[in-house]
């Protein structure tokens, strides 16, 4: 038996691939070969998609910035938004056309930029044939606004009963559905993205992500590089059929029927496609000044370390001044960044330091073959640069649980016999009725996870702060308020957590996608 993961006639490479596939998901190695760090998954817990057209040349795409959306309507009241959800077609591989799910029909979709305390409504119509949920990635959002996967949009038109398709009950809407972020939370690179009951990972491999960036006053008054020396870099990997269309080894590719991946990749989907801002390995051309970059790893599961080539002859390749919840307190100079998906760095790269006429490679030293870069930047011209980094950046008050605080423990691990090709927390599968803590609001809780593979854990409503990482402190990557933590294998990362204002049921859950949708989700509800 030959399966072909994408469900679609197999062309070209995909015989090879789908032999491999095959070979992986029969000796159960898929996984232990991401997970000792060998083969075309180094550093990885998922499996390589191959494209099944030739790839793009590399470094010739120019690199672009998603739109700053307009609002509708401002008032004293808060800001109005309006996005679109819906199919469109768009250039993302040079001279062939991908049909993709956009917000407002682009790829990602359009940057969101709030400021601290601003009411924002962002009414969403789902126009695509599939329901749909928006998460605020980072957002300090009250529940029902914050996407629980079973609070589901409905498409306008089609056969969907209410309560949802898959019968998993939630609070669903048809065509549209307004939600409202009172911003109550410091300057950050969130991002917004879809959060479906089951179909999270190729819907959002089909497009659903966007930038949502929150301003505040202590940020406003740094000297940091800012207007178009801002610069946010989602990246993510994709992989191709040979027609343009994206590739993705979805059981049912409409959607609709049965969730989840072949079982080959079951450990979570690579492509060996590197697209920054929805192109591929674009080349951007640098004054030689300081850049501040927003990174996001947008991808479903493949972990990055980024290195720059060459790297600076004086002064750190990176400095490192922000992280998911917002600025450090200290800037931190780094040699590379390790961004598991969903997590965010902000950093200042400083091109100064290069001659001008110099190319540097933005390397991804965890990829191989074609995932081994992902962009190319031309340091074209010498520029006054008026930017600086200051010794402190804003104030991070660190989390003390107390003597009696509450202490919990999530286990992170593949299923075994009735669960297997699923992925459990504490032995269990998500059930979206079943709420699995109740930590009270305003105290400081202890959360423990501990992982058999690598698993980036993401936590809902409130961001924590890394207490210990193993036996030892926090990690190189680890400083500042987080919302996304980069679990290894067989690693224990303890968390400081105080959920704050807003009570009602949140999730917790790993952000490998196919993870997730696999079930490697809790949820939980925070109470006064
Ligand atoms: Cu970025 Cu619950 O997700
Ligand atoms: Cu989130
Ligand atoms: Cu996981």
Redesign the pocket.
């Known amino acids: 038996m030959v399966v072909d993961p994408t469900g679609r006639p197999a062309a070209g490479e995909a015989v090879s691939l789908s032999r491999r596939s095959f070979l992986g998901g029969l000796a159960g190695t898929a996984v232990l070969m991401g997970a000792s760090g060998c083969g075309s998954s180094r550093g990885q817990t998922a499996e390589l998609l191959a494209s099944a057209t030739a790839l793009p040349t590399r470094f010739v795409t120019p690199f672009s910035v998603p739109p700053v959306k307009e609002p509708v309507r401002r008032s004293a009241a808060g800001t109005a938004y309006e996005i679109v959800q819906r199919p469109a077609r768009v250039e993302i591989l040079p001279g062939l056309t991908t049909e993709i799910m956009g917000y407002d029909g682009s790829f990602p979709g359009p940057t969101i930029r709030a400021r601290r305390g601003e009411r924002v409504t962002i009414t969403h119509r789902n126009t695509l044939p599939v329901p749909t949920v928006v998460?605020l990635?980072g957002g300090h959002t009250p529940a029902d606004s914050d996407?629980y996967p079973t609070d589901l949009v409905l498409p306008s038109s089609g056969r969907f009963p209410h309560g949802g398709p898959m019968g998993h009950g939630g609070a669903t809407s048809r065509g549209a559905r307004d939600y409202v972020y009172p911003h109550d939370q410091a300057a950050a690179t969130l991002?917004y993205?879809d959060?479906r009951m089951d179909f999270t990972g190729p819907q959002v491999w089909r497009g659903l992500a966007g930038f949502h960036l929150v301003t505040d006053e202590v940020e406003a008054a740094l000297p940091l590089p800012d207007g178009d020396r801002d610069v946010p870099l989602m990246i993510m990997d994709r992989a191709f059929d040979a027609d343009g269309a994206l590739r993705y080894p979805s059981l049912d590719p409409a959607l609709l029927g049965r969730p989840g991946v072949g079982p080959a990749y079951a450990s979570g989907v690579l492509g060996d496609v590197i697209l920054v801002n929805g192109r591929p390995w674009p080349v951007m051309e640098v004054d030689a000044v300081r850049y501040r970059f927003r990174i996001l790893n947008a991808s479903n599961a493949r972990r990055y370390r980024l290195e720059l080539d060459p790297p600076p002859t004086e002064g750190p390749a990176f400095t490192q001044i922000g992280s998911d919840g917002g600025l450090l307190a200290a800037p931190i100079e780094q040699t590379a960044i390790q961004v598991a998906a969903?997590e965010r760095f902000d950093v200042i790269v400083d091109f100064g330091c290069y001659p001008v006429g110099s190319e540097v490679t933005l390397l991804n030293t965890w990829g191989v073959g074609s995932a081994d870069a992902v962009m190319r930047f031309q340091v074209v011209r010498a520029a006054p640069d008026e930017s600086s980094v200051p010794a402190t950046l804003a104030v991070v008050a660190p989390l003390e649980p107390g003597p009696d605080a509450r202490v919990r423990d999530w286990r992170f691990v593949q299923g075994t016999g009735s669960r297997q090709g699923q992925w459990t927390i504490n032995g269990q599968v998500f059930d979206p009725l079943r709420m699995d803590a109740q930590p009270r609001l305003g105290e400081v809780e202890i959360w423990r996870f501990y992982a058999d593979l690598h698993h980036p854990v993401?936590v809902?409503l409130s961001p924590f702060q890394v207490l210990h990482r193993g036996t030892g402190g926090p990690g190189d990557y680890d400083h500042g308020w987080k919302d996304t933590v980069d679990l290894r294998p067989a690693e224990m990362v303890e968390v400081a957590v105080r959920f704050e204002d807003y009570a009602g049921a949140f999730?917790l859950?790993c952000?490998n996608l196919e993870h997730e949708d696999m079930m490697m989700m809790s949820a939980f509800e925070t109470t006064r």
């Open positions: 998460h990635h996407g991002w993205h959060h969903a993401h809902h999730m859950h952000h």
